[in-house]
T-cell receptor, first 113, second 110 residues
Framework: AQSVAQPEDQVNVAEGNPLTVKCTYSVSGNPYLFWYVQYPNRGLQFLLKYITGDNLVKGSYGFEAEFNKSQTSFHLKKPSALVSDSALYFC???????????FGTGTRLLVSP | EPEVTQTPSHQVTQMGQEVILRCVPISNHLYFYWYRQILGQKVEFLVSFYNNEISEKSEIFDDQFSVERPDGSNFTLKIRSTKLEDSAMYFCANRTDGYTFGSGTRLTVV
């Protein structure tokens, strides 16, 4: 069965500093990996995905993520955080051959001015 | 950019009542999903729908839940006899390039 772990409930970072939100996954086949952001009382907004190809994936709003097969990780990164990046971030995986996305528990990112 | 539209945005219902949540998917996308999220917590898979049939469902999607396409295009999620623990945000989604989610229906069971 596929699963996702987001080990940090909350990440605090100062504006202008780099940020990392961690994600590890477990699948039986090839992983399709996704990051979503959720602002209060809003839906899930797609940030980026990894299907195949380059391990470094660039997405919306300056975010990127690095796929590491040996460590089964897909950490979300941004070189310089903004206060407006403060939100709830979800990592998700779909196992090749299955249809559903499985989500992690989410990480709250708090960027201080 | 194509959108998935959900109605209503918020519904309050009494325990034991039936509720119907509605979703207008993106046209011509065959894969469709319902998820729920309890109070800003984990997003949980309920059911997937492919080519007019349920393709997968979770343990949460028991006999009190059903999904239909009443007019061949829109989708509904019906909860027959709501319980307090059904209070959650319910999201529908299409499988697009990155899975497109609707803005959700907040269901409050009192």
């Amino acid at each position: 069965a596929q699963s996702v772990a987001q080990p940090e409930d909350q990440v605090n970072v100062a504006e202008g500093n780099p940020l990392t939100v961690k994600c590890t996954y477990s699948v039986s086949g090839n992983p399709y990996l996704f990051w979503y952001v959720q602002y209060p009382n809003r839906g899930l907004q797609f940030l980026l995905k990894y299907i195949t190809g380059d391990n470094l994936v660039k997405g919306s709003y300056g975010f990127e993520a690095e796929f590491n097969k040996s460590q089964t990780s897909f950490h979300l990164k941004k070189p310089s955080a903004l206060v407006s990046d403060s939100a709830l971030y979800f990592c998700a995986v779909r196992d090749e051959g299955f249809q559903k996305l499985v989500f992690g528990t989410g990480t709250r990112l708090l960027v201080s001015p | 950019e194509p959108e998935v539209t959900q109605t209503p945005s918020h519904q309050v219902t009494q325990m034991g009542q039936e509720v119907i949540l509605r979703c207008v998917p993106i046209s011509n996308h065959l894969y469709f999903y319902w998820y729920r999220q309890i109070l800003g917590q984990k997003v949980e898979f309920l059911v997937s729908f492919y080519n007019n049939e349920i393709s997968e469902k979770s343990e949460i999607f028991d006999d009190q839940f059903s999904v239909e396409r009443p007019d061949g295009s829109n989708f509904t999620l019906k909860i027959r006899s709501t319980k307090l623990e059904d209070s959650a945000m319910y999201f529908c989604a299409n499988r697009t390039d990155g899975y497109t989610f609707g803005s959700g229906t907040r269901l409050t069971v009192v």
